[in-house]
């Protein structure tokens, strides 16, 4: 072979070499990406909390948050008055803090890390550059690497001659922040029903106060003093009368083991045919034989599970808004009704349009003012709280939506039936 031929043939050996080695390159670039935008809305757990420096994040922002707000580290709350869900000997109870917040006891294992990571999925979608924001939070943490010139070269030629590898990675990123940029535009429309969130404290804890372990490993980073700072929904009110309803059709996770799925059913079975359960209920009759030296009767989780049918559901809402004994004021109780109503179906509304998000155990609080005597007797308020297995699933959450139709539909029902008895 002559020197020329050889220069040929070398330098056309090395252009495919090269060819081939920038097309490696481009293909592997589109492919890491592409894996990376996809991780960010992989169905599953909304919060990636296996992943230790999401964890940090997570704990970090919510740090600041609080600091925005009074000392990460304090003292001088009290016991929550009044608490109708949640209440066992095991679990720390919530508290309350001047001026109107209410410190709630985070889950020391994967619930924990998961609910302050989805109040702070929250606050970023709600945002005003929420989708940004959102991404960035969301995103799975990496050491990042800007594009070389080679990569710039190598992506030129890829989409120069059409690679169908990289055009396939391309389209698969744009898929993937598009379902970011739904998410975050959910989220935005959700925060007004979430109670306001001031990041995470640590507050000194009575180990004789409850029975839960000071021995249990401390996974996640959250320990035992841990507390969500959020506003107290209720501070506003006099006499709040609230009701606590647990919802869905389950409240356990698809990979939870068979027992606890088994425990969970026996609970309430009906809950998979109503959507939702009652955990407990508090209402102001001074009068009723009941009432504590406060005028509240409170009613346990064990009476929300004795409630068979749909009949026993409505009366069971009837006496939480007092109808029988309100009598001149039932105009007024039934304007309370009609305001709540409005709220749900907006949530109705919210649940209608989500795809996305599935919220296993988590409650929906209702509230109104138990007052009659005071100036604005017809306030209400509706919060969803309890957040530590908020899931990404295709086709939403149906349970939840279940449960908030047979709620409306048992209000609309109980509206127009004591509409008639008006004097």
């Known amino acids: 072979m002559s020197g020329k031929k050889l220069t040929i043939w070398a330098a056309g050996a090395s252009s495919v070499i090269v060819f081939g080695l920038l097309r490696w390159r481009a293909r592997n670039r589109a492919r890491s990406s592409a894996e990376h935008a996809e991780k960010m809305v ?55 803090l001047d001026p109107d917040y209410v410190l709630k006891p985070l889950a020391i294992d994967h619930r924990g890390i998961r609910e302050l990571g989805f109040y702070e999925a929250l606050n970023a979608a709600a945002h005003t550059s929420g989708t940004k924001v959102y991404a960035d939070f969301i995103a799975p943490k990496r050491v990042a690497v800007a594009p070389s010139m080679l990569d710039v070269v190598a992506f030129s030629i890829a989409f120069l001659l059409q690679d169908s590898y990289v055009l396939d990675c391309e389209r698969r990123i744009t898929q993937a922040w598009d379902q970011v940029e739904a998410e975050a535009k959910l989220l935005r429309r959700l925060y007004r029903f979430i109670p306001s969130y001031f990041g995470m404290v640590r507050h000194e804890t009575s180990e004789a106060s409850f029975e839960e372990s000071f021995d249990l490993p401390c996974l996640y980073g959250i320990q035992l003093d841990c507390y969500l700072l959020l506003q107290d929904v209720t501070v506003n009110f006099k006499k709040p009368c609230v009701i606590d309803l647990k919802m869905g059709f389950h409240t356990f996770e698809p990979d939870a083991p068979d027992q606890k ?116 007797p017809d306030m209400v308020t509706t919060r969803m709280i309890d957040f530590g297995r908020v899931r990404r699933r295709k086709g939403g959450d149906q349970g939840y939506l279940k449960g908030l139709s047979t709620i409306v539909s048992l209000l609309e029902e109980i509206s127009t039936e004591w509409s008639g008895k008006i004097r």
Request: glycine residues 8%; aromatic residues 12%; hydrophobic residues 35%.
């Open 261 to 376: 799925k088994k425990r969970e059913r026996q609970k309430y079975p009906q809950q998979e045919k109503f959507g939702f359960r009652i955990v407990g209920n508090r209402i102001y009759c001074p009068s009723h034989r009941d009432a504590d030296e406060n005028g509240f009767v409170f009613y346990s989780k064990h009476v929300g599970r004795s409630l068979e049918s749909y009949e026993a559901l409505k009366d069971a809402f009837v006496t939480f808004f007092g109808l029988e004994s309100v009598d001149r004021l039932l105009p007024d109780r039934l304007k309370t009704i009609s305001n709540i109503l409005l709220k749900l179906r907006s949530l109705q509304h919210w649940f209608r349009d989500n795809k996305k998000f599935y919220f296993t155990a988590s409650s929906l609080l209702i509230a109104y003012e138990g007052d009659t005597e005071g100036s604005n």
């Open 42 to 96: 992989e169905e599953g757990p909304m919060i990636c909390y296996e992943n230790e420096a999401f964890r940090q994040d997570i704990l970090q922002r919510a740090r600041s948050r609080a600091n925005k707000w009074l000392s990460y580290q304090v003292s001088g709350a009290d016991q929550l008055v009044g608490q109708v869900g949640g209440v066992s000997k095991h679990k720390r109870p919530l508290l309350t």
